[in-house]
């Protein structure tokens, strides 16, 4: 069955990067979008940024463009945020999703399914 | 960017229940709109997609209507496991933008 498993949250300093990797499994990963989202304690749902099934489009949330780095290994079925300069703001569990097959735009992205989560705290 | 506002942000209701929630865009979406319902503690769950389509495995219960900029999500005949936070999202172009959330409580 389809299957994503995110890792490499943890606790960080201000000022800090991190690397979030999430594995893929059981569909074929090089054919969808695949995209960040995190939600902080308590709150709802922001999406973070989407990259293309091949790599080539990227988008990205203002309040993170310039921070934060999507990419994608298709010959690993992995997708990666690089987050640099991490602040209070960012802590939160991380989710990355599935998008659409084939798409670049964000018609047809829906994200289905999620993975579990992964727990980013930003503390000195 | 695109502007999500769900409403009411909070639903008290009883098993067996009929209960529709309400996302409204602040410009014109067509029918590019999601719901996703999300049980505390685990990951959200796509329910809705293209503003009326129910996902494959998701009860007929789950309903959608709506275009351009108003949406609903109605619950028919709630059960036990509907009681959970549900957010609607839009997909006409970047930056993808959720609602703040409906949390659908047991009455």
């Known amino acids: 069955q389809v299957q994503l498993v995110e890792s490499g949250g943890g606790v960080v300093q201000p000022g800090k990067s991190l690397r979030l990797s999430c594995a893929a499994s059981g569909f074929t990963f090089e054919t969808y979008s695949m995209h960040w989202a995190r939600q902080a304690p308590g709150k709802g749902l922001e999406w973070m940024a989407v990259?293309?099934?091949?790599?080539?489009?990227?988008h990205y949330a203002d309040s993170v463009k310039g921070r934060f780095t999507i990419s994608r290994d298709n010959s690993n079925n992995t997708v990666y945020l690089q987050m640099t300069s991490l602040t209070t703001e960012d802590t939160a569990v991380y989710y990355c999703?599935?998008?659409?097959?084939?798409?670049?735009?964000?018609?047809?992205?829906?994200?289905?399914?999620w993975g579990q989560g992964t727990l980013v705290t930003v503390s000195s | 960017d695109i502007q999500l506002t769900q409403s009411p942000s909070f639903l008290s209701a009883s098993v067996g229940d009929s209960v529709t929630i309400t996302c409204r865009a602040s410009q014109g979406i067509s029918n590019y709109l999601a719901w996703y319902q999300q049980k505390l503690g685990k990951a959200p769950n796509l329910l809705i997609y293209?503003?009326?389509t129910l996902q494959t495995g998701v009860p007929s219960r789950f309903s959608g209507s709506g275009s351009g900029t108003e949406f609903t999500l109605t619950i028919s005949s709630l059960q036990p496991e509907d009681f959970a936070t549900y957010y609607c999202?839009?997909?006409?172009?970047?930056?993808?933008?959720f609602g703040q959330g409906t949390k659908l409580e047991i009455k």
């Open positions: 999202q839009q997909l006409n172009n970047y930056p993808v933008t």
């Open positions: 999703a599935r998008g659409g097959l084939v798409v670049v735009t964000a018609r047809g992205n829906w994200f289905d399914p």
């Open positions: 990259i293309s099934y091949d790599g080539t489009n990227k």
């Open positions: 293209d503003a009326t």
